[in-house]
């Protein structure tokens, strides 16, 4: 008799976690490894928050299962200066990460939940994991890796149309560093209000936005949205485990069921983190100055990544913003099927092999076909705290220089220049 659940017997760790801790054991023994399999954040956490940590790291009592409202106070200001969005307190709860939250949502939803694919890798198996079968919604390279209403619609076509349904939605966008438009979100918040779907807004990366001009859906669809945010991509503070969702009144219901499944399960967030984050996103103008000093060197790398994979041919769209591409290698296909590689995943075995270069097949962990040669490429393997002494010692009046990411993200930079080697090493054998 199996001690686990039959619809778990083939579950299995979160691929990104899995390659990476496979990898920091590889460089521990002395190996070089161009790691674009994991999207860590380079950079040191934002300063203000490590000094109101040494502050408060005495903070032992467990605290309110929502979060302290010091904090929540300050998550609300924070959205309203970045985002324009307006909140409330009682509208917020702070658990350990996001990912928590998501989880604890996904467990109590009574109705459908639907996952566009390409899509960030914990999605589907929370929603297994939770009870669920997921349906997946089909995006595509041809559509900038968008989810588009038609597409959405066709998803929900046969379902009861007033049973509630979610839809998980990252944006901007992991794996492919895609945003949307004001156009773009209106167009599928009416999908949405039309057939009773409920939008989780996964918005980790919204700060990360190159251009600072990352746009919600909550803008437009503000009774149907739950925002979810955290530190651990624009703070850098992955580890630190401090994560949000914010609830529109008309959700109440679900906020409460979502509460008491924390008070049943995580308690609380970290006390001494939540006085510490409270501090630090109640300093708006040192979180801008961070931020821009990171958002110009992500874009820099982003732009050089995509530049030299595209010409060697590889299909790829330039990202919008966070850390991450998804380039489409369609290009070997043929050298590859000769040397009897026909899976994306056996294409990243032998890059890893041949290359030392480390990135994660689309499928299945993006939910993408087997044989779609699609890849998460994370351009963040670089020293983050030099290159941000360097962004910071030449001020943000002046650009960065040309050779910026070469001389101060160089692990980066030798990294794509040996795919972009191997990508024309297999078309000269052809």
């Known amino acids: 008799m199996s001690l686990v659940r039959e619809d778990l017997h ?53 605290l309110p299962v929502s979060g302290i409202s010091k904090l929540r106070n300050a998550i609300c200001d924070f959205h309203c200066h970045f985002d324009d969005l307006h909140f409330l307190p009682e509208q917020v709860i702070v658990a350990p990460g996001s990912k928590e939250l998501i989880f604890l949502l996904i467990s109590v939803f009574g109705g459908d939940i639907l996952i566009p694919s390409p899509s960030w890798t914990t999605y589907k198996p929370q929603s297994v994991l939770a009870g669920h079968k997921p349906i997946i919604v089909e995006n595509a390279m041809e559509e900038g890796w968008k989810l588009v209403p038609e597409k959405l619609t066709k998803a929900v076509k046969h379902l009861e149309k007033k049973k ?17 438009t004001n156009d773009q979100l209106k167009s599928l918040s009416l999908v949405c209000q039309e057939n009773n779907i409920i939008v989780l807004s996964d918005e980790i990366y919204a700060r990360l936005h190159f251009k600072g001009e990352h746009n919600s859906i909550a803008k437009f669809y503000p009774e149907g949205t739950i925002l979810s945010s955290g530190l651990s991509k624009w703070a850098s503070a992955g580890g630190w485990r401090i994560g949000y969702h914010i609830y529109p009144p008309e959700l109440m219901e679900l906020l409460s069921a979502v509460s008491s499944a ?58 919008a913003a966070a850390y991450c591409i998804f380039p489409n290698f369609e290009i070997l296909r043929e050298p590859l099927k000769k040397r009897h590689i026909t899976t994306c995943e056996d294409m990243c075995t032998a890059l ?33 705290k030099l290159a ?35 990508v024309k090493a297999q078309l000269e054998e052809t």
Request: aromatic share 10%.
């Open 352 to 384: 890893f092999e041949e290359a030392n270069v480390a990135v994660i097949a689309g499928g299945p962990a993006f939910l993408r076909p087997l044989d779609e040669l699609t890849t998460r490429l994370c351009y963040v393997n670089f020293n983050g």
């Open 388 to 422: 941000l002494n360097e962004s910071r010692r030449i001020g943000l009046s002046f650009p960065l220089p040309d050779k910026f990411v070469e001389n101060f993200c160089c692990q980066t930079f030798e990294g794509i220049k040996v795919i972009v080697k191997w």
């Open 10 to 62: 083939d579950y299995c760790p979160v691929s990104n976690h899995a390659v990476n801790d496979k990898i920091v054991q590889l460089t521990k023994a002395g190996k070089n490894v161009y790691h674009f399999a994991f999207g860590q954040s380079p950079f040191p956490v934002i300063e203000e928050a490590v000094e109101a940590l040494k502050d408060n790291a005495e903070q032992n009592d467990y």
């Open 262 to 319: 924390a008070s049943n399960t995580y308690s609380c967030a970290p006390a001494p983190m939540q006085y510490a984050v409270s501090e630090m996103m109640s300093n708006i103008p040192a979180c801008d100055e961070y931020i821009q000093h990171s958002t110009r060197i992500l874009k820099a790398v982003s732009e050089f990544c995509v530049g030299e994979l595209q010409s060697a041919g590889v299909k790829v769209i330039a990202s």
């Open 164 to 180: 509630v349904k979610l839809l998980i939605f990252c944006n901007p966008d992991n794996p492919s560093g895609i945003d949307y």
